[in-house]
T-cell receptor
């Protein structure tokens, strides 16, 4: 069964460093998303991406964050200068369409720890 | 913002049906009800969704009331592996680009 894959599963980085989280969405999907979940808190929407541009972003997704689809398969989230409060699980998701009758599928996440 | 209300937690005996309720009294006519679950800190797993008709798949059944103000997710034979947080999500018409995850219901399946 097709699935969204994320790498790495766990990333430890020093405060101020740049990190890139990688995702391979399901192959025929056109819409891509990043969510995050701080330990013990809710899953929060960060950004949606379609046709090589951001469709929507939340207030969390500030100038420190960027997304890219560098080739036909990968979808990346970059945090330019990490802060302690960026420590969280980051989930990538993809969907075939963006209409309300289309489900999104999530990856298993990358645990980012900023020290 | 969440348009749903769910109990914080529920218990269910292994092998029995788990019935998870959700209230969405302000749902609009073209908004869908989705259910996801999250086991430990894994990624949310899609379960099922529907508009107004009852739906069934290999994982669960979704029963939506006629007035669409509430729904119930049914896991027909719960196993220990079904222990998870279950999220009922209304995908809103003017903001369908994302899913809003509330606090969900922690389902504890007990032997």
């Amino acid at each position: 069964e097709p699935e969204v894959t994320q790498t790495p599963s766990h990333q430890v980085t020093q405060m101020g460093q740049e990190v890139i989280l990688r995702c391979v969405p399901i192959s025929n999907h056109l819409y891509f998303y990043w969510y995050r979940q701080i330990l013990g808190q809710k899953v929060e929407f960060l950004v949606s991406f379609y046709n090589n541009e951001i469709s929507e972003k939340s207030e969390i997704f500030d100038d420190q964050f960027s997304v890219e689809r560098p080739d036909g398969s990968n979808f990346t989230l970059k945090i330019r200068s990490t802060k302690l409060e960026d420590s969280a699980m980051y989930f990538c998701a993809s969907s075939e369409g963006s209409d309300m009758n289309t489900e999104a599928f999530f990856g298993q996440g990358t645990r980012l720890t900023v020290v | 913002d969440a348009k749903t209300t769910q109990p914080t937690s529920m218990d269910c005996a292994e092998g029995r049906a788990a019935n998870l309720p959700c209230n969405h009294s302000t749902i609009s006519g073209n908004e869908y009800v989705y259910w996801y679950r999250q086991i430990h800190s894994q990624g949310p797993q899609y379960i099922i969704h529907g508009l107004k008709n009852n739906e069934t798949n290999e994982m669960a059944s979704l029963i939506i009331t006629e007035d669409r103000k509430s729904s119930t997710l049914i896991l027909p034979h719960a196993t220990l592996r079904d222990t998870a947080v279950y999220y009922c999500i209304v995908r809103v018409a003017n903001n369908f680009n994302k899913f809003y995850f509330g606090s969900g219901t922690k389902l504890n399946v007990k032997p």
